[in-house]
């Protein structure tokens, strides 16, 4: 029987958490708007002295060498923020995201939701060469944990609407719904349940039908490049090559930079204003390096500037973006990272043999930033969604693989991962399947049980069961085949000896720990650990109490098992033939094999 086997694991609980994800969607969606005003009023306010939310660009002011105090002063009012409100607004988001959701209990404070975006648009718009993104999504993300604050739900479902916040942030900022789901899957959800993806679909579904009605629609940066020829999947790999090397450099020598600020004798407090001033210094000599420059990035990707000037803004903006970044103010890295992919492909292009030159600012804007991120699919669908280039495809995905190969083997940790080490946490990006999942009781459970009658004495069980011959820790109790409950030397050796004549079922009052047939393993696994036992008794309902089995830890093993046979065990079937092979038979190999234990309930 396998009626109670499905694909999923859910309840009716999952239509509640999408509702709420729906209304989180729309919060991110205004707070992502009320975030671009803010860092438009801030940057009219920096350098054009004017109290307005027009979208000008920092690259048209007239300060002259007075662009340098601008920053600084940026610099100056995020320190403060970040020491006396709170110490989390610093750094790019998603790291501070990923922390919460793994070892916070997805639990955000009101203060943060506030505080991060007015201190990131503080640093965006007074010259930061940061992006919106970052901060927008640790505030939808914090307005989703907030919105889960006021429901009675559990950490994994507090988790999921802290997720469907972020990246509902992420769609109103850049309308790209289906990349912000790929970022869910690839670096924040740490698993792929109906319980989290639907909630973080929906909300992005939702901000992305929202974002028409308060930022605008239609692609961020339109543009149709011609289609690779064949020699088109060779250049895209040497693309992911160079922009996996690009976004090794960036990670290496920012933790550099950041460890430098470390050993200063000031308090951190300082550091994003000193950080500033080469801020204010490259905007000085390279004033399109300023802000967020999505202007920059629509040039790069239609080959509207003279290559000297995109070797200046891709050198400059990668020396102040790493200063700055290190130097612990808020703003985000995507869009820094798309500037600078973008205007290394800007700068190769003539020499990329394989198609339209056109193309290769998008491609290695992707790669770039799946180097970075060490998000693949994500980075390919995200510059399709942003440019709409059907065309662009496959060598978007084919470069950001590349990349991301080339980052996995050379980087023990990406520049999300690498700042969350640094405060003494390590997370683990592969996950798959739990084998305790994928295996339910009646599979692993041992049907032969040896059981005490309920009508055996105290003193005989003693003798028989718990003498120099045991062979279990606890024994199952039953009366007429059913379960009364478990027995082990705890239990007798609170029963008092003058009862020693007893039956021994009448000392169970309480209810029996039990597992039932169509449970999975892993819910039994986590029950044995809570309740400290090494087995409990398998029943076939909760009416009956009939016994059918046991589980125990050992038998909870064995799903793992058939795990490693596939991670460990190298198989040969097939061989090309020739003289010498036809005199060896087929091979298996292990590379290692396990421990073998005794019984582990003895």
């Not at 991962?417 to 390590?426: P, S, V």
């Not at 007798?492 to 004549?501: C, F, V």
Request: glycine share 10%; aromatic share 8%.
């Amino acid at each position: 029987m396998s009626e109670h086997k499905g694909d999923f694991a859910t309840d009716v609980r999952l239509l509640r958490i999408s509702a709420i994800a729906a209304v989180g969607g729309v919060l991110s969606t205004v707070a992502a708007d009320f975030l671009l005003h803010l860092i438009r009023f801030f940057t009219n306010l920096f350098f054009f002295q004017t109290l307005s939310v027009a979208n000008h660009s920092p690259s048209r002011n007239a300060l002259g060498l007075l662009v340098v105090v601008a920053p600084v002063i940026g610099g100056l009012l995020v320190g403060l923020i970040a020491r006396f409100g709170s110490e989390q607004i610093r750094g790019h988001g998603i790291p501070e995201a990923i922390e919460a959701i793994l070892f916070g209990k997805s639990r955000m404070s009101p203060k943060v939701a506030v505080l991060k975006p007015l201190a990131s648009a503080i640093a965006i718009g007074s010259g930061g060469p940061f992006g919106a993104e970052g901060p927008i999504i640790m505030t939808g993300g914090a307005i989703g944990s907030l919105v889960a604050q006021y429901f009675h739900l559990t950490s994994a479902e507090r988790k999921a609407l802290l997720v469907a916040g972020a990246v509902a942030g992420m769609t109103a900022v850049f309308g790209t719904p289906v990349a912000a789901v790929l970022l869910a899957i690839e670096l924040l959800l740490f698993e792929l349940r109906p319980r989290s993806l639907l909630p973080v679909a929906i909300a992005c579904v939702v901000a992305g039908f929202t974002r028409p009605l308060l930022l605008g629609s239609g692609p961020l940066f339109p543009l149709q490049t011609a289609s690779l020829g064949p020699i088109g999947i060779v250049s895209s790999a040497i693309a992911g090559v160079i922009a996996g090397a690009l976004s090794w450099g960036l990670s290496t020598w920012l933790y550099k930079v950041e460890d430098a600020f470390g050993k200063l004798p000031i308090h951190w407090m300082w550091w994003p204003a000193l950080g500033a001033v080469a801020v204010g210094i490259g905007g000085y000599f390279q004033p399109r390096t300023l802000g967020v420059g999505y202007d920059v990035i629509g040039d790069l990707l239609q080959n509207h500037l003279a290559l000297h000037a995109v070797i200046s803004i891709v050198v400059i903006k990668a020396i102040i973006w790493v200063i700055a970044l290190a130097s612990g103010t808020s703003g985000g890295v995507l869009a820094p990272l798309l500037m600078m992919g973008a205007g290394v492909g800007a700068i190769v292009a003539p020499y990329m043999p394989g198609g339209d030159p056109a193309v290769w600012p998008l491609i290695f804007m992707a790669a770039a930033l799946g180097g970075m991120m060490r998000a693949p699919v994500m980075a390919a669908v995200f510059a399709f969604e942003l440019t709409g280039d059907a065309n662009a495809l496959l060598p978007l995905l084919a470069s950001a693989a590349v990349a991301y190969g080339f980052t996995v083997l050379l980087m023990r940790r990406s520049i999300l991962t690498e700042k969350i080490a640094r405060r003494g946490y390590h997370i683990y990006r592969e996950y798959s399947i739990d084998p305790l999942e994928r295996h339910y009781v009646d599979e692993v459970m041992s049907r032969s049980v040896e059981a005490i009658d309920a009508q055996t004495t105290v003193a005989d069980v003693l003798r028989d069961y718990f003498g120099s011959r045991q062979k279990f820790r606890a024994y199952p109790v039953v009366s007429s085949g059913a379960l009364v409950g478990m027995v082990d030397r705890a239990l007798l050796d609170r029963i008092p000896p003058e009862k020693s004549d007893a039956p021994l079922g009448t000392f169970f009052a309480a209810r029996p720990e039990f597992a039932l047939p169509g449970e999975t393993c892993r819910s039994v696994a986590a029950r044995l650990a809570i309740t400290g036992l090494d087995r409990v008794p398998v029943v076939d309902d909760e009416h009956t109490y009939r016994l059918l089995g046991i589980v125990s830890r050992h038998d909870l093993v064995k799903p793992s098992m058939a795990v490693f046979a596939e991670e460990h065990e190298l198989e040969q079937f097939r061989r090309v033939w020739s003289p010498a092979s036809a005199r060896f038979a087929p091979t298996r190999k292990r590379e290692a094999a396990p421990d073998k234990h005794a019984d582990a309930d003895l």
